[in-house]
């Protein structure tokens, strides 16, 4: 009955909050010796603006609530931390945004320093 009664902002705050655990963790880029893998940060705010487009703010490069990007050796199926910079961050964050969240309207936005290293 909850269900029902429930109006549209909270059912697009659902929504956006059960699309992002869904999209938590994948792959963002394959290659021929390894792949590109993230990891969503469990610290995120997440708001509505006036025309009702889901915004989930994440961490800057290097924050506590970052998103984390990992390669995945093929051969030995290691994990290996993905140093990037901020701009190569940012290029990052903008095509995971780009290919798994605009599907379904939800965009990913940080505030980037460029003092950080």
Known sequence: ?????EDDKEKLIKKAKTIYRGLKRGVIHKGQFGKIVYELPDD?????????DAFIKLGDNKSDNA????????????YKPYELTNYEYKLYVKQLEDCKFKPFDIILWFEH?????
């Open 67 to 78: 998103v984390i990007f990992y390669f995945v050796d093929n051969t030995s199926g290691e």
């Open 44 to 52: 995120y705010d997440l708001q509505l603006d006036i025309n009702d």
């Open 113 to 117: 320093h460029e003092d950080i290293k």
């Open 1 to 5: 009955m909850d269900i029902l009664l």
